[in-house]
């Protein structure tokens, strides 16, 4: 969570009556995390936020299932390319689960067209990475404008949906945190604020910009629950906000306003932590100035993450320490396999003043398990491409 907004109209104390210029009753609705005792936000409605009747789904995207369901596969390196995945329909329909476990689900969603229906994940925190596409973020509480490179956030069960600017190809990585997802408690000080020497501002992200009650004559609201897909009719538009209160609401973060750190010698992963979710850090790897000891190998040394599963996307730039990939590749690299850079990249890389390897990590604690699609999507070659 950010801060604490208020825009439109909203009572002086919370539970209080509100009433618009005709004398008409608004309806709070209370939207909270961690039971009643997490951050929450209060948004005003012109009629109950509750009456939807029941009906069929207009979509549904595919869930996170294992490859084989009856066999585990080898434990190697994999190397996953993203452009293989095939287009959708709309934006949110055309989620494809990659890599998962019971905290995390990464997924490549590629479309050209806009959701026709509104979208509420029961399931968890939606971060999307823009890899390619602009547009915009349609919620109940405003909208949010994203670009390539920027992160989306979409808080749980927030009705929401993606408007593209055109009919270019929409390509996200997007990653379902089933535990929450937010911003990491090391950049913060004790009143909340973020640090002075956090690698990011408060200024650097883009909240809902609110214009009060929209009729988009939009009446029906996919949700996502249990890894179930509900649809849910509205006699009017689920988008009739007259205001809102709080801190829980979406938002967008561009990558590159991320503030590297540089060292002596080279920096651990987490240094480029960028957001916590449950059993995951989601790192921000941006161009950069390399290490600045004279003797410094600037390449990331081979490593054991003994208590981690990492993948990695390619967004752009020059990436140094392996060969073969690209933007739009993903690497997977299990506990319990050392990893590192490609044969001569460790040692070509002293001497090298910079980076503009752009990418998005996560380190995962629990192991993460392909899916049927990810197997479509594989470079057999990738493990033995190390010797």
Known sequence: MLERLV???VPRKHHLALRGADGELRYEHCMTRDGFDGPYTIAYHLRRPHTALQVPADFSFPIAEPALADAPQPLRRRHYVSEKVA???????????????????????RARAADT????????????????????L????GDVRYEERDYVFVPRGTVHRFIPDDARDHHFFSVECRGGMGLLKQWRNPAGQLRMDAPYCHRDFRRPEFQGPLDEGIRHLVVKKHDRFEGFEYDDSPLDVVGWDGSVYPWVFPILCFQPRVGLTHLPPTWHG??????????SFVPRPTDFHPEAIPCPYPHSSHDVDEILFYCDGNFTSRKGVGPGSISLHPAGLPHGPHPGSYENSIGSKETTELAVMLDCYEPLVPTRFATSMEDPAYHESFR
């Open 274 to 283: 960028t957001f916590g979710a449950r059993g995951a850090l989601i790192c």
């Open 7 to 9: 825009v439109g109209d």
């Open 117 to 136: 229906a509104y979208f509420s994940n029961g399931d968890g925190d939606d971060l999307h990475y823009v890899f390619r596409g602009a547009g915009t």
């Open 87 to 109: 287009e959708g329909t709309s934006i949110v329909s055309a989620r494809t689960p990659i890599l998962f476990n019971k905290d995390v689900v990464c997924s490549i969603t």
């Open 138 to 141: 349609r919620t109940m509480l």
